[in-house]
């Protein structure tokens, strides 16, 4: 079969290898849709060492079941799913009570992360990964399995402070982020100021329902202000889906005091936290910093509902497999808005 593997750091090539096979508890899987998620790019940039290589990228993924391997119960050819990307131990106080995302022995162990992902024909999984989709487009089901399930998370994580009335900042409308607008219209009542450097961004922003949009650039922080109010007040809720030194600066600058700091992008900034009452603080007085990991197989199953119930739609443009390497290329430059889909 077609795959697209990292054959070493930096390096992305569409290879022939052998289809694989279903062990006991796996499945094989003919993947239907394979979301380019920004995190390839960091793999892809990451030292030598930190991922396996050769292996194939690809940790948003949907398909249709091929085969079923020994001991799969409930599963069988034709039914059509997504798949659930991490895999921790199982056994760990985090697995037990259902946060594999918060795995103590493998954290960041996943299909796509720590052994072959989807960015292929096929891609065997254990069967425990997948979740139903019906008769879902797979180019939809895909993104959910991540850059829907990821804000979904951070947002449940956020939701005790996400009350009517308060307000949310959401910095980085791509793949993570315009999927976060609708989430947040869908699950509450806040007020969303949506930042991006893109225009374009921008208008997928408003067009999907964000109250208000600010150009990111050196003003960042007053025009923000303008609309969230100056310290001590501020947004109650900054999301970051970009992690850089200047959106890191920003969020810390346009939280309210008491409000939270969700950190999810990893584009490699560094937020500074310094408790002291002599100097100007890095950040208000009672702010909660949260550094989200994806999410949880049950928070994967309430963001499936919610798109089939309509009220989450991914803005896809869709690759064949042979051109998944342009379209890592065209996320790497800002040219994807929403996310782009592999159909292999
Ligand atoms: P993306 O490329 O689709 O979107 C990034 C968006 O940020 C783009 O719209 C871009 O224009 C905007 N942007 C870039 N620099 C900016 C700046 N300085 N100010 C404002 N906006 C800026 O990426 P994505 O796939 O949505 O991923 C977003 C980030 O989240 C990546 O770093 C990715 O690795 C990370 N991620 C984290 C997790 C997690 O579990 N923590 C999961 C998935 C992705
Ligand atoms: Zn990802
Ligand atoms: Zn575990």
């Not at 329902?209 to 960042?220: E, F, I, K, R, Y």
């Not at 049950?298 to 497999?321: K, S």
Request: proline share 8%; hydrophobic share 45%; glycine share 12%.
């Amino acid at each position: 079969m077609r795959a697209v593997r990292m054959t070493a750091p930096g390096v992305l090539e569409l290879a022939e290898v052998p289809t694989p096979e279903a062990g006991p508890g796996e499945v094989l899987l003919r993947v239907g849709a394979v979301g380019a998620c920004h995190s390839d790019l960091h793999i892809l940039d990451a030292a030598a060492g930190m991922f396996p290589t050769p292996m194939t990228l690809g940790h948003e993924i949907a398909g249709t079941v091929e085969a079923a391997g020994p001991g799969v119960d409930g599963w069988s050819s034709g039914d059509r799913a997504a798949v659930y990307g991490i895999i921790g131990c199982g056994r760990c106080r985090a697995c037990l009570r259902g946060e594999e995302n918060r795995c103590r022995v493998t954290p960041v162990g996943g299909i796509g992360l720590s052994r072959d992902g989807g960015l292929a024909e096929y891609v065997v999984v254990p069967a425990s990964r997948l979740l139903h989709v019906g008769d879902m487009d797979l180019t939809q089901a895909a993104p959910l399995t991540d850059a829907g399930l990821t804000p979904y998370h951070a947002v449940e994580l956020a939701r005790p402070r996400l009350r009517p009335g308060t307000t949310c900042v959401v910095i980085g409308i791509g793949g993570l982020g315009h999927m976060a607008v609708q989430i947040l219209l869908a699950t509450t009542a806040v007020r969303i100021v949506a930042v991006d450097t893109n225009v374009a961004a921008l208008d997928l922003a408003s067009r999907l329902g964000a109250h208000h949009v600010v150009q990111a650039g050196p003003d960042s922080v007053d025009k923000i202000r303008d609309l969230v109010g100056p310290p001590p007040d501020g947004a109650d809720v900054v999301l970051d889906f970009v992690g850089a030194q200047p959106t890191l600066d920003t969020a810390r600058q346009v939280v309210a005091t008491g409000g939270q700091l969700l950190l999810v992008g990893l584009a490699g900034g560094t937020l500074p936290v310094r408790p002291v009452a002599d100097e100007p603080p890095t950040v208000p007085l009672e702010t909660g910093v949260v550094v989200p990991f994806w999410g949880t197989r049950a928070e994967l199953q309430e963001v499936v509902a919610l798109a089939r119930d309509g009220r989450l739609h991914a803005d896809v443009q869709t690759f064949p497999l042979a051109e998944a390497p342009e379209a890592y290329e065209a996320l790497r430059r800002g040219d994807i808005h929403g996310r782009a889909v592999i159909v292999p």
